[in-house]
């Protein structure tokens, strides 16, 4: 078999009798070379399968065009929401992603975090794993002045750009739509530490509660080990063999709602009429579950591309912007059949 060796400026140069500066520049559009020559040089690298080295490029400028993405998982339709809305914003300034996943494991966070410094990215997005209380690991970044962003599961202290939507405000929404068709004992999952966006949700549901005088209940909140449809059911099962069951349940996740329609339904329980459940996200899910499950909008397309869009624009400045938080409103109740009895 013949060895397959690496075509090089080198090698186009010494066949069109050209300086390797002029090669250089000539696949590189540059304006100081004719566009005949350009057009020549293009078609020679093509027919002798040239191909640039993006790696010594990077290694040279120490940047590798590479906006690193770290998430908990990309298999919810609201992360591979966001990362489109990265994949858009980065393609179209001529960057590529790279997407790691923690699978919410802390340990794995870490890790990927020191993997992503090593490989010398231009920039990084993160959406905290489940467990992850302690951001210290992110730090390395600050020092190396390598932009970071944080996207909807946020820290609350770290001294960087953040992207995410008011979780106690949909929360609060979520909770006073069952109210407002006639819930008196609503339930609710929550998941996740006080630094969670969960923990927000379930603040804002609190909150909705007590303004409208209903009870809160230590038993009609239950803390999911993660956020999957099987723990949703287990919570499920245990909220209805309640001697006094909710008539309403506010899942911060689709998949939950989704869950807790199924079991209810399962049990000879009637939805909406005597189980009223919200979700949240708007995944694709909710529109596939019978009856359609009500959830709360969130603009995940939107929100990835607003965190590449930092990125990018940082890297463009010499100096670092002073830190913001952008804050989407627009999160908003699109109520369905799943809690519609009014």
């Known amino acids: 078999m013949k060895e397959y060796t690496e075509v090089t400026i080198y090698d186009i140069a010494d066949k069109l009798n050209l300086a390797t500066s002029t090669i250089s520049r000539a696949l590189k ?3 100081s070379i004719s566009k005949k020559t350009i057009e020549k040089v293009k078609k020679t690298a093509k027919e002798m399968g040239y191909r640039p080295n993006n790696l010594a490029a990077s290694l ?4 590798t065009k590479t906006i690193g993405v770290l998430l908990p998982t990309i298999t919810q339709p609201f992360l591979s929401s966001l990362i489109s809305g990265i994949e858009i914003a980065a393609q179209k300034a001529g960057y590529n ?3 790691m996943q923690s699978h919410d494991s802390y340990e794995q966070e870490v890790s990927m975090t020191q993997s992503l410094y090593n490989n010398r990215v231009s920039g990084v997005i993160c959406s905290l794993a489940m467990e992850t209380q302690d951001t210290s690991h992110f730090q390395l970044f600050m020092d190396s002045n390598t932009p970071l962003v944080f996207v909807d599961r946020v820290p609350k202290t770290f001294n960087t750009f953040r992207v995410v939507i008011d979780n106690y405000a949909a929360g609060y929404k979520a909770t006073k739509h069952l109210i407002s068709q006639g819930c008196k004992r609503i ?3 929550t998941a996740g530490s006080e630094f969670s966006i ?10 909705a509660l007590k303004e409208a005088n209903l009870p809160i209940e230590d038993d ?3 803390k999911l080990k993660a956020v999957t449809y099987e723990e949703a059911e287990k919570a499920t099962n245990k909220l209805l063999d309640l001697k006094n069951p909710p008539d309403g349940i506010f899942a911060p996740g689709d998949i939950l709602g989704v869950s807790a329609i199924q079991c209810a339904k399962k049990r000879g329980i009637k939805v909406p009429e005597e189980l009223a459940v919200i979700g949240f996200n708007n995944d694709p899910i909710s529109h596939i579950i019978d009856p359609n499950l009500s959830t709360i909008t969130h603009p995940a397309e939107k929100m990835g591309q607003a965190s590449a869009e930092i990125i990018l624009k940082n890297l463009k400045s010499s100096k670092r912007d002073e830190v913001k938080e952008i804050t989407f409103l627009n999160t908003e109740v699109l109520v369905r059949e799943s809690s519609k009895r009014n």
């Not at 040279?60 to 940047?63: A, G, L, N």
């Open 60 to 63: 040279r400028s120490k940047k």
């Open 220 to 222: 009609l909140i239950i």
């Open 198 to 207: 969960y923990y927000e949700r379930k603040k804002g549901y609190l909150d």
């Open 187 to 189: 339930a609710h999952l």
């Open 29 to 31: 559009d540059h304006h």
């Open 97 to 99: 992603v790279v997407i």
